[in-house]
T-cell receptor
Framework: GQNIDQPTEMTATEGAIVQINCTYQ??????LFWYQQHAGEAPTFLSY????GLEEKGRFSSFLSRSKGYSYLLLKELQMKDSASYLC??????????FGAGTTVTVRA | IAGITQAPTSQILAAGRRMTLRCTQD?????MYWYRQDLGLGLRLIHY???????GKGEVPDGYSVSRANTDDFPLTLASAVPSQTSVYFC?????????????FGPGTRLTVL
C-alpha cells in the first residue's frame, strides 16, 4: 500500500511563494502527481514527475526525489484564485493512484 | 457531451435503498475509476476498470459494485446504502497508456444516506 503525508493547511499572502511538501512510503512507484481542487469542484491535473528533479510549468513547479520519497509543489506569485486544496498522489506499478488527504492553501490579500 | 459527466449531482437516500451513480465519458479513454472523498481522508479508490469488460477492486470496495459493458459508461451501484457511504463520489478516466496517463475527473455526486 501507499502512505502519503502532506500538511493539512497553509496560509500565504498574495504575491508570495508557498511550498507544499509531500512525503510517501510506497510498495511500488510509477510517478507522482499534483492535482488542484477548488471547493465544491473536481480535482484538476497540475503536474507529473516520474524522474528526480524539477518540473516547471508557469507559476507552478514540482520537485521529486525518489530516494527520499519526497516531493514538493511550489506556487509562485500567488493569486487569490490559487486558494484551493492541493492533492499529492502516487501511482503504483498497476497504474492506480493513491492520494494524500490534501493541503488547503488560503491566499490572503 | 464533452469530457466526463456524472449523474445525479446530488442525492439524499434512505438507508437500505439501492442506488446507482452514473458516469459517462466521451474521450474514448480505456480506463475508468470511482473514488469517494471524505473530509480528512482524501480520495480513496473504490473500483476501477482498465478496459471495457474488466473491473477491479480498489482500496474501499465493500458495499459497492461496478460494471463496464462498454467504453463510455461505468456505473457504480450501492446495493443497500448505509450512512457510512455518505460522501462525495468522483468518477475519473484515463487513456491507460504509458507516460503521464493523467486522470480526468467528473464533477462529482454528493450522496447523503440517512
Amino acid at each position: 500500500g501507499q502512505n502519503i503525508d502532506q500538511p493539512t493547511e497553509m496560509t500565504a499572502t498574495e504575491g508570495a511563494i508557498v511550498q507544499i511538501n509531500c512525503t510517501y512510503q510506497t510498495s511500488g512507484f510509477n510517478g507522482l502527481f499534483w492535482y488542484q481542487q477548488h471547493a465544491g469542484e473536481a480535482p484538476t491535473f497540475l503536474s507529473y514527475n516520474v524522474l528526480d528533479g524539477l518540473e516547471e510549468k508557469g507559476r507552478f513547479s514540482s520537485f521529486l526525489s525518489r530516494s527520499k520519497g519526497y516531493s514538493y509543489l511550489l506556487l509562485k506569485e500567488l493569486q487569490m484564485k490559487d486558494s484551493a486544496s492541493y492533492l499529492c498522489a502516487v501511482r503504483d506499478n498497476d497504474y492506480k493512484l493513491s492520494f494524500g488527504a490534501g493541503t488547503t492553501v488560503t491566499v490572503r490579500a | 457531451i464533452a469530457g466526463i459527466t456524472q449523474a445525479p449531482t446530488s442525492q439524499i437516500l434512505a438507508a437500505g435503498r439501492r442506488m446507482t451513480l452514473r458516469c459517462t465519458q466521451d474521450m474514448r479513454h480505456n480506463a475508468m475509476y470511482w473514488y469517494r472523498q471524505d473530509l480528512g481522508l482524501g480520495l480513496r479508490l473504490i473500483h476501477y476498470s482498465n478496459t471495457a469488460g474488466t473491473t477491479g477492486k480498489g482500496e474501499v470496495p465493500d458495499g459497492y459494485s461496478v460494471s463496464r459493458a462498454n467504453t463510455d459508461d461505468f456505473p457504480l451501484t450501492l446495493a443497500s446504502a448505509v450512512p457510512s457511504q455518505t460522501s462525495v463520489y468522483f468518477c475519473a478516466s484515463s487513456v491507460a497508456s504509458g507516460g503521464p496517463d493523467t486522470q480526468y475527473f467528473g464533477p462529482g455526486t454528493r450522496l447523503t444516506v440517512l
